[in-house]
T-cell receptor
Framework: DSGVTQTPKHLITATGQRVTLRCSPR?????VYWYQQSLDQGLQFLIQ???????AKGNILERFSAQQFPDLHSELNLSSLELGDSALYFC???????????FGSGTRLTVV | SQELEQSPQSLIVQEGKNLTINCTSS?????LYWYKQKYGEGLIFLMM?????EEKSHEKITAKLDEKKQQSSLHITASQPSHAGIYLC?????????????FGAGTQVVVTP
């Protein structure tokens, strides 16, 4: 157990639907990062939050959004889902100082 | 943004043999991380290197950081079936934004009997 908890582990949904992925960071970590891993794109950075505020954005689609709550857990919302959104979505956390990142076990999203 | 190039893309090694994976950055490396991933599973942290010339070892895995060359290498001695998986290098993109990891495409390692 890495200390970063992601739920659910697996998700199957239809095109056009909306889903929410949840991440609880390691205790004491203020930063949360979201990554998407697909077969053809590798591990791509999506977005980062630090203590509730958005800090950095990567290749995140407008259909996707995220937030970090006061208790520091984060949610990644994916809407108007397309087949190409099928991927592993990882959450990572750090203390914010760039001195180590801990990854969760991921959520496997399958869009049918 | 920074690009990290890993080589080789994949390799097959006989059990007991050594192997080396390289990770080259297009920009200065401030922090270099090595992770291992079993297909479809989470990332397991292996090592973090921050200083030029730094070398770290854990069991049979050694990683080095050549800051001048903007390159890191991961060396596995006497490979075992448990070493099979995808190895990913990641770098702190501090020049781009505040502390996020960007990754190479990964190196798939297969260990044969």
């Amino acid at each position: 157990d890495s200390g970063v908890t992601q739920t659910p582990k697996h998700l199957i949904t239809a095109t056009g639907q909306r889903v929410t992925l949840r991440c609880s960071p390691r205790s004491g970590d203020l930063s949360v990062y979201w990554y998407q891993q697909s077969l053809d794109q590798g591990l791509q950075f999506l977005i980062q939050y630090y203590n509730g505020e958005e800090r950095a954005k990567g290749n995140i689609l407008e259909r996707f959004s995220a937030q970090q709550f006061p208790d520091l857990h984060s949610e990644l919302n994916l809407s108007s889902l397309e087949l190409g959104d099928s991927a592993l979505y990882f959450c990572a956390s750090s203390d914010g100082g760039g001195k180590g990142y801990t990854f969760g076990s991921g959520t496997r999203l399958t869009v049918v | 943004s920074q690009e990290l190039e890993q080589s080789p893309q994949s390799l097959i090694v006989q059990e007991g043999k050594n192997l080396t994976i390289n990770c080259t950055s297009s920009k200065t490396l401030y922090g270099l991380y090595w992770y291992k991933q079993k297909y479809g599973e989470g990332l397991i942290f292996l090592m973090m290197l921050q200083k030029g010339g730094e070398e770290k070892s854990h069991e049979k895995i050694t990683a080095k950081l050549d800051e001048k060359k903007q390159q890191s290498s991961l060396h596995i001695t006497a490979s075992q079936p448990s070493h099979a998986g995808i190895y990913l290098c990641g770098a702190d993109a501090l020049w781009d934004s505040w502390g996020k990891l960007q990754f190479g495409a990964g190196t798939q390692v297969v260990v044969t009997p």
